[in-house]
């Protein structure tokens, strides 16, 4: 489908399956156009330049809504879509086993991105495995990025050169940097905010299995790093590798202090379940909700929190009492007792268990 300049089109339930093109855009390609797209489908769309799915060039805005990119292939950038110096806001939308050079599912090059609730779940690139981004401007917010493999930097996300920047309230398990860094996150020239995200069990080559900085400084606030590796290795510098971030109140496996900051740990989050059943980390049952005693839970000052992450990765509230908990997860279960209300239940067992030893049942009955 090709839209033209100023085209306004809205397409809703629609399947683009086995399309093929020798340039750019297999399934769709826009151009100083605005279309709406809502519940539609790319499928095994492939072609020998840019965007698979789509290309989103020259001025367009692409407004997309639980639509699915699966399978999409290309040889250059962007397997399910390319936006070359142009717009596109996501919503709800699922990117599973695109394969491109730059940007398995996305790949974006002087262009303004928003991505909200979006899955990007096995996708391949040599860069940038989930999202590769050159230059402009990327805000993504309550994400999961599961299993996404590049080559060499970004298993997750690369993000090189953009400006005002944000990855909020996401999910990084299981990415790979095959041959290179930064498993869950690449960063080059440019300083993101990463703020309440989780990182566990991603894997680099080379350093930093969690988040690599290459001549970066992002601001990260909120986040846990833990069981990322790099070379075989889960210390400090193998969850974030590179540049120093400017950090505070995260905890990072292999915490040293070596960076300052305020409020940081390194102690063990106890996640619920990092692996899920299947014992295989990214995959889409891993889970990395917080357990009642993990030293995550109210460890972030709550004056830090801004008004636009009012809930969390569950869209629970993002505070239950004064402060946050670390990571993308709210706990929401009852609170955890302190040591005192501890002490008193264990006493108030051990009199019940020495008067119904002592006096029967009637002493139970009494209590």
């Keep these: 489908m090709y839209n033209a300049q100023w085209t306004d089109a809205t397409l809703t339930d629609c399947m683009f399956k086995a399309n093929a093109a020798a340039f750019d855009g297999a399934g769709m390609y826009n151009d100083e156009s605005s279309p709406t797209l809502t519940k539609c489908r790319f499928e095994y769309n492939s072609q020998a330049a840019n965007g698979g799915g789509i290309y989103n060039g020259n001025l367009s805005f692409l407004d997309l809504n639980k639509c699915v990119f699966k399978g999409n292939v290309t040889a250059d950038k962007g397997g399910g879509i390319c936006c070359d110096h142009s717009e596109v806001n996501l919503d709800t939308c699922y990117f599973e086993r695109n394969r491109s050079g730059f940007g398995g599912g996305i ?53 090189a050169s953009t400006e005002e920047s944000e990855i909020k309230n996401c999910q990084f398990s299981g990415n790979k940097a095959s041959s290179g860094k930064g498993g869950g996150v690449y960063l080059s020239s440019c ?57 505070h109140y995260c905890s990072v ?7 300052d900051g305020i409020g940081n740990i390194g102690d063990d989050p106890l996640f619920r379940d990092p692996l899920g059943p299947d014992g295989v980390a990214g995959t889409e049952d891993d889970d990395l909700r917080l357990t009642p005693f993990s030293p995550c839970i109210d460890a972030v000052d709550g004056t830090l929190v801004p008004p636009d992450l009012p809930v969390d990765l569950d869209e629970n509230e993002r505070m239950i009492g004064e402060n946050a908990d670390m990571g993308a997860y709210e706990y929401e ?35």
């Excluded at 979006?118 to 299993?147: E, K, L």
């Excluded at 108030?348 to 139970?364: C, D, E, Q």
């Design 107 to 159: 790949y974006s090059v002087y262009s303004h991105c928003t991505a909200n609730k979006d899955i990007f779940i096995d996708n391949v690139a040599r860069h940038g495995g989930g999202i590769g981004a050159i230059y402009g401007s990327w805000d993504v917010r309550y994400g999961y990025f599961t299993g996404n493999t590049a080559e060499y930097d970004g298993g997750g996300v690369l993000l």
């Design 253 to 259: 496996e292999g915490w040293t202090g070596a960076w």
């Design 191 to 247: 300083s993101p905010d990463i703020w309440f995200n989780t990182f566990s069990k991603n894997w680099a080559d080379d350093a930093g299995g969690g988040m690599y900085n290459q001549g970066a400084r992002p601001h990260v606030l909120g986040n846990i790093f833990r069981g990322n590796d790099a070379g075989g290795r889960s210390t400090e510098q193998n969850q974030i590798g590179g540049d120093a971030p400017d950090i």
């Design 333 to 367: 279960n009852f609170p955890v007792p302190t040591v005192s209300q501890w002490g008193l239940t264990v006493l108030a067992l051990s009199l019940l268990i020495i008067a119904k030893v002592r006096f029967g049942h009637r002493a139970i009955a009494v209590a």
